[in-house]
C-alpha cells in the first residue's frame, strides 16, 4: 500500500479507488459508534491538483466537494479535510494511509461515521 503522505506533498492529481463502504452511528449511551451496515461498492476520490477540491464517484452518483480547511497529520498518515458539498452541507475527511481507510463524519439527524475501504492511491501529474 502506498501511504498518503507519499500523494499529499505531490503537485499532481490524486485518485484513490475504494470497494467497501460501511455505516456507524453515534450512540449517546455508549459513547462510541455503532455498526449500522455495510456493501461492497467500488468507488473512486479523485482530489484535484490544488488541492481545494474532489470528487467521489459512486454507481449511482458524483458529488463535488470544496476543500476549506486541510491537515495532514505526519506520525498517523492521515490527511483531514474539511469540506463542503456540492449541495451545502459540511463533512470531515480522513484519508488514513496506516489504516487504508477514507472515514467521513457527517450530520443527519445523528452523527454519522461512513467508512470506505482503500484498493490503491496513485497520482497523475
Known amino acids: 500500500f502506498l501511504l498518503v503522505c507519499n500523494y ?9 479507488s475504494c470497494t467497501h463502504r460501511d455505516y456507524y452511528t453515534y450512540s449517546e ?14 468507488s473512486m476520490f479523485e482530489i484535484n491538483m490544488e488541492q481545494t477540491m474532489f470528487k467521489h464517484t459512486t454507481p449511482t452518483i458524483t ?19 474539511e469540506v463542503v458539498s456540492d449541495v451545502g452541507n459540511n463533512y470531515l475527511y480522513m ?18 461515521n461512513m467508512i470506505f475501504t482503500i484498493k490503491k492511491i496513485w497520482s497523475k501529474e
Open 63 to 81: 458529488s463535488a466537494y470544496y476543500v476549506s480547511s486541510s491537515h495532514y497529520d505526519e506520525n498517523d498518515d492521515i490527511l483531514y479535510l
Open 95 to 112: 484519508f488514513d494511509g496506516k489504516n487504508n481507510l477514507v472515514r467521513i463524519l457527517y450530520k443527519v439527524d445523528n452523527t454519522t
Open 8 to 16: 499529499y506533498h505531490v503537485n499532481a492529481q490524486i485518485y484513490v
Open 29 to 42: 449511551s455508549d459513547e462510541d459508534f455503532k455498526y449500522d451496515s455495510g456493501y461492497d461498492e467500488n
